[in-house]
């Protein structure tokens, strides 16, 4: 009774969500479109702009390129991360009290997290020096 109840709920949260969503796009198309548009260029034209910066501060194209991809990853490597970190823990703190396997789990997931966390933010200084100093 209780799981029927979770999945009817669940269910009419997302169809509550989508006719929400619908009313709110199509109330006023025009106006919509016309400051996504406006907001799409900007992060497009400051997109292109750090990218025409990191080539001019590295000198080359392709370590540019790279230098930009490596800033973005560090970025966005940082709530992935912690989401991560945040899953690990719900294995390992609160499924892992009844099953002892998802607990090993969870803390394998933590640390893998954690890791990779790490790689994606040492990971742009190391190609910094790398290029600073191993190129000449």
Known sequence: MKKRMIIITIIMLILVSFFITSTVVYADDRAIDEQTESKIVEIKDHAAKS????????????????????NLVRIY???IGFLGIAIG????????IRKLDTLERGMAFIVTCVTLLIICQILPLAFAVFVKFGRG
């Open 51 to 70: 990218l025409e910066d990191y080539k001019a501060k590295y000198g080359s194209d392709a370590y540019g390129t790279v230098a930009y991809i490596l």
């Open 89 to 96: 823990a719900i294995y390992q703190y609160v499924i892992g």
């Open 77 to 79: 490597s940082i709530p």
